[in-house]
């Protein structure tokens, strides 16, 4: 079935520094793909949406970059600030029942 | 503008008693509806979607059921709940047609099951 790899499990930086998320997917077909992100206690929000047309995604400053050749996905910004602690998630909209699979998500953690 | 809401906020249930959540989404007639689950620490896991009333498709069951009683309401419901049922429950909506839209989620439901 189809699925997306989240090697990173958490990440912790400092303000300004460069945040580069690493996500692969696996699927039998060419997929739209998601970037969500998730605050504590709160439902994730949409942050990057690309699809095969494009291969590129530009919001809030991050930017994603959509691979078919190797199968990846990563998510980067170039400066990070403390607002941007969050739980970032990769995400593939399947083929098959209306639906999301998630990635294991990325703790990403910014400090001052 | 459309709104998603979630009720409760939150629930501390016992193990064996009957559960029931439920979303209502505001603003946007027939949409496609989902449930999620994510545990603790954990990543979501569909559970559930429905493109029309009175029609709901089960992707992972976990031993709960689903409805949708009303265009704009799907409802998560149990007889008996697990402690496994712990979580935090999310509701999504998006636009009817392609699987391929974006999903935009409710604040969710946290249950703990003792």
């Known amino acids: 079935g189809d699925s997306v790899t989240q090697m990173q499990g958490q990440v912790t930086l400092s303000e300004d520094d460069f945040l580069f998320i690493n996500c692969t997917y696996s699927?039998?077909?060419?997929?739209?793909l998601f970037w969500y992100v998730q605050y504590p206690g709160e439902g994730p929000q949409l942050l990057l949406k690309?699809?095969?047309?494009?291969n590129k995604g530009i919001s809030r400053g991050f930017e994603a970059t959509y691979d078919k050749g190797t199968t990846s996905f990563h998510l980067q910004k170039a400066s990070v600030q403390e607002s941007d602690s969050a739980v970032y998630y990769c995400?593939?909209?399947?083929?098959?029942?209306?639906?999301?699979?998630f990635g294991l998500g990325t703790r990403v953690s910014v400090f001052p | 503008a459309q709104t998603i809401h979630q009720w409760p906020v939150a629930e501390i249930k016992a193990v064996g008693s009957p559960l029931s959540l439920g979303c209502t989404i505001k603003?946007?007639?027939?949409?496609?509806l989902y449930w999620y689950w994510q545990a603790t620490g954990g990543t979501l896991q569909q559970l559930f979607y429905?493109?029309?009333?009175?029609?709901v498709e089960s992707v992972v069951q976990l031993n709960l059921s689903a409805s949708r009683p009303k265009d704009d309401q799907f409802i998560l419901s149990t007889e008996k709940l697990l402690l496994s049922h712990s979580g935090f429950y999310l509701c999504?909506?998006?636009?009817?047609?392609?699987?391929?839209?974006?999903?935009?989620f409710g604040p969710g439901t946290r249950l703990l099951v003792l």
């Open positions: 999504a909506w998006s636009l009817s047609g392609g699987n391929q839209d974006t999903q935009y």
């Open positions: 699927t039998t077909w060419y997929p739209t």
């Open positions: 690309v699809t095969t047309a494009n």
């Open positions: 995400v593939l909209a399947h083929n098959y029942a209306q639906g999301l699979t």
């Open positions: 603003g946007k007639s027939s949409p496609n």
């Open positions: 429905s493109i029309t009333v009175g029609q």
